[in-house]
Structure formats: structure tokens, C-alpha cells
């Protein structure tokens, strides 16, 4: 059974900082692309963070310099360290692990709360 389990969310002031973390089960996570999604009332769920087989990375724009995505493999971990939060941050954050080459084979966390208040 693959299974993502999401912790490190929380209620954080603005400007602090969160680390997320996501601990993979089931699936053979180093040959998995993994992301950070997020989703806020009332809006489309959307792509926050992504980095691949090779440790290449992505963001949206709007967290770029604020966040860092990376994984260690070893672990079977991906993280998210989020600095300089701001309230528009707040949202329900969702781990994803999509297979590199056998990319139906998807899974997503249960999502951890996010909360930045002003």
C-alpha cells in the first residue's frame, strides 16, 4: 500500500518559517518525481514546489527565494522549508509522488494546514 504522511504544519506569524515534511511508503520514492501542492478556500488547487529523479527543482513564482524544496532519498523523505511566510501562504499543502516513467501511478498526502497570519 503506498502510503504519504504529511507533518511540520502549523499556525506561524508572518515572515516566520515552517519546514514540511513527507515520509514515503510503498512506492519506490527515488524513482518518483515529488511536489509540493497547495490548495486555499475557495481556490484551484496549484503546483508550490517540484524536484525530480535528479534533484532538479521548480517553483511558482510566487515562493521563489522563499522556499526550498529537497529530499533525501535515503529517508525516504521530500521536505519544504517555507521562509518569510506570508498570509497568503495559508492554505492546505499536499505532498504528491508521481512515478518518473509510469507517470499513472500517483499518490497524494493527506495535506497538512498551513496558517500565516498578519
Known amino acids: 500500500q503506498a502510503q504519504l504522511v504529511e507533518s511540520g504544519g502549523g499556525s506561524v506569524q508572518a515572515g516566520g518559517s515552517l519546514r514540511l515534511s513527507c515520509t514515503a511508503s510503498?512506492?519506490?520514492?527515488?524513482?518518483?518525481?515529488m511536489a509540493w501542492y497547495r490548495q486555499a478556500p475557495g481556490k484551484q488547487r496549484e503546483l508550490v514546489a517540484v524536484i525530480n529523479t535528479r534533484g532538479v527543482t521548480d517553483y511558482v513564482d510566487s515562493v521563489k527565494g522563499r522556499f526550498t524544496i529537497s529530499r533525501d532519498n535515503a529517508k525516504n523523505t521530500l521536505y519544504l522549508q517555507m521562509n518569510s511566510l506570508k498570509p497568503e501562504d495559508t492554505a492546505v499543502y499536499y505532498c504528491?509522488?508521481?512515478?518518473?516513467?509510469?507517470?499513472?501511478?500517483?499518490?497524494w498526502g493527506q495535506g497538512t494546514q498551513v496558517t500565516v497570519s498578519s
Open positions: 504528491n509522488a508521481k512515478h518518473y516513467i509510469v507517470a499513472i501511478r500517483t499518490y
Open positions: 510503498g512506492i519506490a520514492f527515488s524513482l518518483n518525481i
